[in-house]
């Protein structure tokens, strides 16, 4: 599977951008999805994430309330809605996918199976 993350770019603080991930060589269905983000000087961190089944979305508390996660298993495609955007949103973005991640592994990108090249968001305050 591949994956190819797109939409960020420079947007102002309280902007939004929506980003997009898009999935090649496999179907979508079956995996767990989620973001995940590193800024300049810092770890990489689960943002958002979605499991195969049962539906439920799970955010960090950071973004909790501002950005949405949802996916189109038709399209191979998971979308992360970013809505009032701060400054310390600012990172590259990453897409994941995988295969049996357990819940208590949601938050770790070591557990997935595929990630793809990240896409740029920068916030001016």
């Known amino acids: 599977v591949q994956l190819q993350a797109s939409g960020g770019g420079l947007v102002q603080a309280g902007g939004s951008l929506s980003l997009s991930c898009a999935a090649s060589g496999r179907t979508f269905n079956g995996y767990t999805v989620a973001w995940f983000r590193q800024a300049p000087g ?28 949802s996916r189109d298993n038709s399209k191979n495609t998971v979308f992360l809605q970013m809505n009032s955007l701060k400054p310390e949103d600012t990172a590259v973005y990453y897409c994941a996918a995988g295969t ?26």
């Not at 689960?46 to 960090?60: I, S």
């Not at 819940?103 to 968001?121: A, H, I």
């Open 100 to 125: 049996g991640v357990i819940l208590s592994s949601l938050r770790r990108q070591e557990m997935y199976d595929y990630s793809g090249q990240g896409t740029l968001v920068t916030v001016s305050s």
């Open 42 to 69: 810092k770890e990489r961190e689960f943002v958002a994430g979605t499991r195969a089944t049962g539906g439920r979305l799970y955010y960090a508390d950071s973004v909790k309330g501002r950005f949405a996660i």
